[in-house]
């Protein structure tokens, strides 16, 4: 069934967007007294079709802070949009009426009551994500996992259901015009998962052999171009297994809705993260643990990147290529990605210590190579973590200070918010995560 057309651009924007990435450009907007400079022109994504489940075919090629510092006088303007000569493409699309959906039955999931804070950790509370967003986003994506890519087996329904993949991509995604952007974020993220589990950790995973399920499912995402004879082996290959499937799916959504230096932009990050996975499993092969900035440099690899690259696809606008590239704007991006790694590290501690075998993470490398106790290694990852938050949050505001383009502006008020979103979910999805007894 093909997904509703999206919507046109229009000039309002969300409201629950304002409220998001403040604590970056509040201290840039002061600098603001003209009109900022138009950028690029908005892509209405194309209308995603589902591809097809049986047919082989390849894809398409501190303390916590209390709340956000008063704005500045010109603040308000900077978060209500671009306006000008050149720039309502830039706006914000409206977003679609909650009545249009179904109305879904409840499935099992997390307890998201609340969950407590890491004591300490620098970070911005956010609202609770829209639940008619959430409910239509769940609903969504466990279909796609059951009857597109049939993801995981009737025993894995539990876990799946307590993941709580909507609440996170709608935390994350507040500008989102629709919940089909949000669906572009939702599929990418399960299927990453899906590859971390079944390849490297949870569900079978090992780092024996995993450069070759790495480099045949990254296959998926960035196609092979070989000779007709091979051609058909390729793409029945792409159904293998649940990791590829999902892959596949994902990215054939993701490129329709995309424009193709965004997708290369996915593609490029994401052989990143297979990189850091590589790392990793070498490290377990030979039962080494890494100096603590080695561990470090694993991790700007193997983290969350991907999913705030992409931002802008998700938002239903395009940050165009060379801004994108520049370095300032590469460094507030790995900053990004960086803390919010170790924001897991720091959630899923005890998670990993009541696992089989040995999992890394900054604490335990921290305890491991300083010969700090558990206590103290845990409590110096907290500052780690707040010193890449702050780091994050000055170099974001120098560059919107510099670059006054309102698709950058737009850019990294998404990056912020899904730096909050991620924390968000982190510390209120009570059914994964669970803190140590060090205070």
């Known amino acids: ?15 629950a967007a304002s409220h998001f ?18 950028g690029s022109p908005h892509r209405t994504p194309a209308v995603p079709t589902p591809p097809s489940a049986s047919a082989p075919a ?56 609340g969950g407590r804070p890491v004591p300490g950790l620098y970070h911005h509370p956010v609202p609770e994500p829209d639940p008619v967003r959430v409910e239509e986003v769940s609903r969504r994506i ?22 709580s993949v ?15 952007h949000l669906m572009l974020a939702t599929r990418l993220m399960v299927a990453e998962n899906a590859v971390d589990d079944c390849y490297c950790e949870d569900h079978g995973g090992s780092p024996v052999g995993l450069g070759e399920r790495l480099l045949l499912a990254h296959t998926a995402l960035d196609p ?22 999902a892959y596949r799916s994902a990215m054939t959504y993701f490129v ?23 790392a990793e499993a070498a490290w377990a092969q030979l039962d080494h643990v890494p100096e603590v900035w080695e561990y470090l440099a694993m991790r700007q690899f193997n983290n969350f990147r991907p999913c705030p690259t992409i931002t802008d696809t998700v938002g239903g606008y395009e940050l165009p290529a060379d801004l994108h590239a520049r370095q300032a704007m590469q460094r507030v991006i790995a900053l990004a990605g960086n803390a919010t790694t170790i924001v897991n ?13 040995q999992h890394l993470n900054l604490p335990v490398v921290i305890a491991e190579r300083e010969g700090l106790s558990d206590r103290e290694a845990y409590l110096k990852s907290v500052e780690v973590h707040n010193d890449l938050m702050r780091d994050f949050e000055r170099e974001a505001s120098a560059l919107a200070e510099s670059c006054p383009v309102p698709s950058v502006q737009r850019f990294l008020r998404g990056v912020a918010a899904w730096v909050d979103g991620n924390h968000h979910w982190h510390q209120s999805n009570t059914y994964r995560y669970s803190l140590p007894d060090f205070w």
């Open 1 to 15: 069934m093909p997904v509703p057309e999206l919507p046109p651009p229009q000039s309002s924007v969300p409201g």
């Open 21 to 38: 990435g403040m604590h970056v450009l509040a201290a840039a907007a002061r600098t603001f007294g003209a009109e900022a400079v138009p």
């Open 58 to 113: 390849p894809p398409p090629p501190g303390a916590t802070a209390a709340g956000a510092p008063a704005p500045a006088p010109d603040l308000d303007r900077i978060l209500r949009g671009p306006s000008g000569l050149g720039t309502a493409g830039l706006r914000l699309i409206l977003r679609e009426d909650p009545a249009a959906y179904s109305s879904p039955a409840s499935s099992p999931s997390a307890d998201t009551s």
């Open 142 to 163: 466990k279909s796609w996992a059951l009857d597109e890519v049939s993801l995981y087996p009737d025993d894995w329904e539990e876990q799946f259901d307590g993941f």
């Open 166 to 180: 909507g609440r996170y991509m709608v935390a994350c995604h507040p500008d989102a015009p629709t919940v089909d």
């Open 224 to 245: 092979l171009h070989t000779t007709k004879e091979y051609q058909p082996s390729w793409a029945k290959s792409l159904h293998a297994d649940a990791p590829r499937r």
């Open 256 to 278: 329709q809705a995309a424009s193709p230096s965004q997708a290369d932009r996915l593609r490029h990050d994401m052989a990143r993260l297979h990189l850091g996975y590589l």
């Open 345 to 357: 590290d720091l959630y899923s501690y005890t998670k990993e210590l009541d696992s089989p075998g």
